[in-house]
């Protein structure tokens, strides 16, 4: 089975140093990565994506994320962080080798992230 | 613009009510699901279809029904079998192997 572990509930960072949101994941072939934003009261909206290649993935709005496959995790990161930035931000994976939609995808339980004016 | 349109925004149910929650989509995504979010939970899959006229169910799919008539539409009706359905219903739409597209979500409250 896999899974998503996203171990911090709440991040909080002050607007211009760096941030990372933390992600590991556990599948049984070669991962297929994401990470989404929620806005309050809102649907989750699309960052990035890694399937292959580059393990550095760059994403919207400034953020990028690290693919290490030695460590299983695909952390967020951003060099500078705005007070806009500031949302709940979901890690999810599925097999790679899996056929069909997106159904085996599986979502992290997500991380709030707060930033500091 | 291509989208997904949630409706409504907020719906209250009241004990012994189905309650059905609006989900249609412009992008001509072959793939639509739907999510329950719970604060802490992440999203947890209801239902997804993949074409029109068939859907699977997901990894909580009691108390829950949905149909898929229309390549644009997926419905989902809360019955009354599900005992605790307060929670913000997320829909979906893919391309297959795609990301997913969110909408803007509907809360649901019991009375």
């Known amino acids: 089975a896999q899974s998503v572990a996203q171990p911090e509930d709440q991040v909080n960072v002050a607007e211009g140093n760096p941030l990372t949101v933390k992600c590991t994941y556990s599948?049984?072939?070669?991962?297929?990565l994401f990470w989404y934003v929620q806005y309050p009261n809102r649907g989750l909206q699309f960052l990035l994506k890694?399937?292959?290649?580059?393990?550095l993935v760059k994403g919207s709005y400034g953020f990028e994320a690290e693919f290490n496959k030695s460590q299983t995790s695909f952390h967020l990161k951003k060099p500078s962080a705005l007070v806009s930035d500031s949302a709940l931000y979901f890690c999810?994976?599925?097999?790679?080798?899996?056929?069909?939609?997106?159904?085996?995808?599986?979502f992290g339980s997500g991380t709030q992230l707060t930033v500091l004016p | 613009d291509g989208g997904i349109t949630q409706s409504p925004k907020y719906l209250f149910r009241k004990e012994g009510q189905n309650v059905t929650l609006s989900c249609e989509q412009n992008?001509?995504?072959?793939?639509m699901y739907w999510y329950r979010q719970d604060p802490g939970q992440g999203l947890r899959l209801i239902y997804y279809?993949?074409?029109?006229?068939?859907?699977q169910k997901g990894d909580i799919a009691e108390g829950y029904s949905v149909s898929r008539e229309k390549k644009e539409s997926f419905p989902l009706t809360v019955t009354s079998a599900q005992k605790n359905p307060t929670a913000f219903y997320l829909c979906?739409?893919?391309?297959?192997?795609?990301?997913?597209?969110f909408g803007s979500g509907t809360q649901l409250s019991v009375l």
């Open positions: 992008l001509n995504h072959d793939a």
């Open positions: 890694y399937i292959t290649g580059d393990n």
């Open positions: 279809s993949q074409i029109v006229n068939d859907f």
């Open positions: 999810a994976v599925r097999d790679f080798i899996s056929s069909g939609s997106a159904r085996q995808l599986t």
């Open positions: 599948v049984s072939g070669n991962p297929y």
């Open positions: 979906a739409s893919s391309i297959v192997d795609g990301k997913l597209f």
